[in-house]
């Protein structure tokens, strides 16, 4: 995963692995990412969830994907 700060690119993550988390996690889905620098540095991710709630998830689960302010919008609102 690389490293997300205040100033980078507002990201996304698709979930490619929900092995022992499928009641949580959908494959193939997009979920917003909220930033926390302390997460990052344990190999995790901070994601928004269908329920609009933000679970912490082992980063090797997802791909990572930047994207304009107006993507991430879009998927907020889909949140």
Do not use: W
């Amino acid at each position: 995963m690389s490293k997300h700060t205040e100033s980078s690119q507002p990201l996304i993550a698709i979930c490619v692995d929900n092995t022992d988390y499928e009641m949580s996690l959908k494959r193939r889905t997009v979920y917003p990412v909220i930033p926390d620098a302390d997460a990052e540095q344990d190999n995790y991710v901070r994601i928004i969830d269908e329920t609009g709630e933000d679970y912490l998830f082992p980063s090797s689960r997802f791909v990572l994907i930047a994207v304009t302010p107006d993507i991430e919008e879009a998927v907020l609102a889909e949140a």
